[in-house]
């Protein structure tokens, strides 16, 4: 009788020294204090966070956690051991970029979390003037050393039920899809960057992913999202193999008043390390041609046969017009032993290290560099990362070998799944992305990669990781169309990730050999050099489709890499007008385009330096041109433009306009 008793006197303190002391909540302030974060923890441990933007609420309480193998839930019981504050300030120089200075202001708040179990976690937070980052440190620890994560169970509750532009996740084509406006309580699976519509303008994303899953965003009904991590594979629903010590990527939350606030808001490459490469004056922005759209328009095949493209008769042809054109790359593809079978049915055999007979590479890579001219490589790998990964090295020395200082690589699959059923965007796909980025660092050669992991900001850290594909791009063109407001959404959203090899510059938009019209215009085309931030920027079309052509030398002369970046107007899905001051010069360039109507753009060239003097080509729509009737008639003027010129452009739909301002 006694024992019992002691027994109902013990229980009730057991659980009272297990639960978590209840601590006031913390709040940390970005630098001007436009920006805050509160985190706290629930009576019974549970963390969760807030935002607010200049004064308004951006996230409710929103619940931060993980699901780990071994029934260990790390998403109660905790509680604030410790918290520390910084403050960071510099201003750093990409070597090559859209905006040459950026500044990484922040304030750090780091919270050392620990559960009645003693599982260690940490928490951090940056708080910017235009945006908040948090991830997770699980730090050295007794209880955790190699450990799976099951869920990580970070929320995003917003607090408006904004409208977000979104493209589904998991689905067979990847993040080649266009974008749909709904409420972010319509959501089901989409991928990220989400943008977000409202009176505050936010973009949720991820930035440094490395060795972790990709962020897909679950919908709840609600105008709560949640974090869903990509599964390791279709047989193993394992999120991520980690070992401590061990940080997550940033989950980032960027905000803006304007639409264009964020395609100018630079946080997710301040959340990356510094170069990690030394000296990389070997990478180096530029345009290229490529023997590509041939293939697409079906003048071409990429395997052997009487109209293979990759010949050496033909890429000489390429060789010269890059040549008289100041193109630096010609990309070839189709190079290869590997085409000729059934690769996208995952049976692929690409061989990165041997051409077809009639692709004579040692000559061709001669011809290119007598004429100051480099070949772009392809390595199209269907997806068949195992078979990637055993060539990287010879591969990679091959390209070197041959004077090739960029590749585009490539990974179309069957479905969203790669071989072995691993999911194009989980963790095995990421460490082989890094792999990659590696190799190519190794051999001092740019990076280009379709069908890749979202851009989350690498390239700062690895500047070799020049540009991407991963949404819907020029391909689709021949291929059945985008709808005509695709480049209008495209900066706002997949553009907030990182450059995008999108491949601008279609001359011949009534293609005759398929007889399909092109969803554009010419001038619309030009302006795209200037919507569309890549540094390794293509011209697509067919070298005949440009000879001679006067609306070529705005491609001749325009800019790949800036000193600036400016957005003059844009609203998403309708139109947006963008200026770049070019890197090392005072020269401008300008792009405006819209959406499938016609409207006024008014363009202020108030960012021009005050009292100069430029010479301004205007490369425009004829006044007779229209969409789809007479979509390539255009017309070039030239005026005298300063800082005081205020100039209103009649865009038709699909329309465009691109201005080149020389400093006289
Ligand atoms: C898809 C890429 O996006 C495209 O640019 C390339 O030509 C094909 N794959 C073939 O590799
Ligand atoms: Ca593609």
Redesign the pocket.
């Known amino acids: 009788m006694k024992g019992i008793v002691r027994l109902f006197i013990l229980v009730p303190l057991i659980i009272w020294s297990c639960q978590p002391k209840s601590q006031p909540a913390v709040t940390l302030d970005s630098p001007s204090k436009k920006v805050n974060v509160t985190f706290g923890l629930t009576p019974s441990g549970q963390p969760y966070y807030t935002s607010s933007f200049e004064g308004s609420s951006v996230v409710d309480t929103s619940y931060l956690g993980f699901e780990l193998d071994d029934e260990v839930s790390l998403k109660s019981g905790f509680s604030l051991e410790s918290s520390s504050q910084t403050s960071f300030n510099e201003t750093w120089e990409q070597p090559w970029g859209e905006q040459r200075l950026i500044r990484n202001n922040y304030n750090e708040l780091t919270l050392n979390l620990k559960t009645t179990e003693g599982y260690l976690l940490n928490v951090v937070f940056r708080a910017f003037d235009d945006g908040v980052g948090f991830r997770y440190e699980f730090p050295e620890q007794e209880k955790l050393d190699e450990f799976q994560v099951l869920d990580e169970v970070t929320e995003f509750n917003l607090s408006n039920d904004q409208s977000a532009w979104w493209i589904p996740a998991y689905e067979g084509n990847r993040y080649e899809y266009e974008f749909t406006k709904s409420k972010v309580s319509d959501l089901n699976l989409v991928h990220t960057p989400l943008t977000l519509e409202g009176e505050t303008f936010v973009a949720i994303h991820e930035a440094a992913l490395y060795d972790y899953p990709s962020m897909v965003l679950k919908g709840t009904g609600s105008s709560k999202l949640v974090c869903d991590l990509v599964p390791y594979s279709t047989t193993d629903p394992v999120k991520a193999y980690v070992q401590t010590p061990f940080a997550t990527p940033w989950r980032t939350i960027q905000l803006g008043k304007q639409a264009g606030d964020l395609i100018t808001n630079y946080m997710i490459l301040n959340l990356n390390e510094p170069n990690k490469l030394g000296d990389v004056s070997w990478v180096q922005p530029g345009k290229y041609i490529g023997v ?1 759209w041939e ?2 328009i079906n003048l071409g095949t ?1 395997h052997q046969g009487p109209k293979h493209a990759a010949n050496t008769k033909n890429v000489k042809k390429y060789i010269d017009f890059a040549a008289e054109n100041g193109f630096k790359g010609v990309l070839v ?1 189709g190079w290869n032993e590997g085409w000729d079978g059934p690769w996208m049915n995952g049976g692929t055999k690409f061989d990165f290290t041997k051409p077809y007979p009639d692709y004579d590479v040692e000559e061709l890579s001669k011809y290119a560099a007598d004429k100051g001219v480099y070949i772009i490589g ?1 390595h ?1 790998t269907g997806a068949d990362i195992e078979n990637y990964d055993s060539q990287l090295d010879s591969a990679y020395k091959f390209l070197s070998d041959h004077g090739m200082k960029t590749v ?1 690589t ?1 990974y ?1 699959e069957n479905g969203d799944t790669l071989p072995n059923g691993l999911y194009h965007h989980g963790q095995a796909f990421v460490e082989h992305f890094q792999r990659v980025i590696e190799a190519g660092a190794k051999y001092k050669t740019m990076i280009v990669a ?2 890749p992991i979202h851009d989350t900001g690498k390239r700062r850290t690895y500047p070799n990781m020049v540009s991407r ?1 991963g949404a819907k ?1 020029q ?1 689709y063109n021949a291929m059945g169309g985008t709808a005509l407001n695709h480049v209008t959404v495209l900066p706002f959203t997949r553009g907030l990730a990182g450059p995008f090899d999108y ?1 601008p510059g279609v001359f011949g938009v009534k293609v005759k050999s398929t007889g399909y019209t092109v969803p554009t215009t010419i001038a619309r085309e030009l302006a795209l050099y200037l919507a569309i931030y890549a540094p390794m920027q293509m011209a697509n079309d067919l070298p005949e489709n440009y000879e001679g052509h006067p609306m070529l030398q705005f491609i001749r002369n325009v800019a790949t890499d800036w000193e600036t970046t400016r957005v003059l107007s844009g609203e998403i899905g309708k139109h947006i007008a963008v200026a770049r001051q070019a890197r090392g010069t005072e020269n401008w360039f300008v792009g405006a385009i819209t959406n499938e109507d016609s409207r006024t753009t008014t363009i202020n060239f108030d960012f021009l330096p005050e009292g100069a003097t430029y010479q301004a080509t205007i490369y425009r729509n004829a006044d007779d041109a229209s969409y789809p009737a007479n979509p390539e008639a255009f017309a070039i003027d030239q005026q005298e433009i300063t800082s005081e010129t205020v100039i209103d452009f009649d865009l038709i739909g699909a329309g465009g306009v691109a201005i080149s301002l020389m400093k006289k």
């Open positions: 590509w293939m697409f990429w593809e392809h199209e585009k490539g179309v379709h069908e594909e791009g391909e491949t």
